[in-house]
């Protein structure tokens, strides 16, 4: 599997954007880019995903580089809620068995 | 709430002892996956069963028996553990093919 390589952590203040970056440079053409995020406590649960093109929805944003070689996901405006750890995972389109290879992600924390 | 539901939500067994983890999914899937969340370590894939069939099973002890009598539910057998068999178990389901994964809460295990 294509390997991700993300920062440890990351720090930011509520109500502030922000943008956990995330490294794939031996992505594959069939590679989708997946992101999920494990709030304290619980499993871990989809936010977003996107295979070439920038992707919105009601959670996150996502930036993929022209190169497809690095991602960012984007929170608008971070909330005390949003703090977790965030995994960015690659998924190959032609997986028939759904499996997703979690790294150690980025741990966010957000300050009041 | 996901719509994954797993007991017990705590467990502490001696190495000797016998148990099960079940987990039960309410979003007529067809895919579901046992995982592992140790501490200090990423998430590992230990089974996935689509449509009841075990198609994958990623090196994981036989000390560790899954059984999933239909779609909706899986169970984890445990004999004879290990101490560092502790860990978070994470069930997973999807539909076959989707992108997306919704996790249970996790059983917390403590083996002594």
């Known amino acids: 599997d294509a390997k991700t390589t993300q920062p440890n952590s990351m720090e930011s203040n509520e109500e502030e954007p922000v943008h956990l970056p995330c490294n794939h440079s031996?992505?594959?053409?069939?590679?989708?880019i997946h992101w999920y995020r494990q709030l304290p406590s619980q499993g871990p649960e989809y936010v977003i995903h996107?295979?070439?093109s920038n992707v919105n929805n009601r959670m996150a944003s996502l930036a993929i580089a022209e190169d497809r070689k690095s991602s960012t996901l984007i929170l608008h405006r971070a909330t005390l809620r949003d703090a977790a750890v965030y995994y960015c995972?690659?998924?190959?389109?032609?997986?028939?068995?759904?499996?997703?290879?979690f790294g150690g992600g980025t741990r966010l924390m957000v300050k009041p | 709430e996901t719509g994954v539901t797993q007991t017990p939500r705590h467990l502490v067994m001696g190495m000797t002892n016998k148990k099960s983890l079940k987990c039960e999914q309410h979003?007529?899937?067809?895919?579901m996956y046992w995982y592992k969340q140790s501490a200090k370590k990423p998430l590992e894939l230990m089974f996935v069963y689509n449509f009841k069939e075990q198609t994958e099973n990623n090196s994981v002890p036989s000390r560790f028996s899954p059984e999933c009598p239909n779609s909706s539910h899986l169970f984890l057998h445990l004999h004879t553990l290990q101490p560092e068999d502790s860990a978070l178990y994470l069930c997973a389901s999807s539909h076959l093919g989707s992108y997306e994964q919704y996790f249970g809460p996790g059983t917390r295990l403590t083996v002594t």
């Open positions: 031996t992505i594959s053409g069939t590679d989708y």
């Open positions: 995972i690659l998924r190959d389109l032609l997986d028939a068995g759904n499996m997703l290879t």
């Open positions: 979003l007529g899937h067809n895919a």
């Open positions: 996107g295979l070439t």
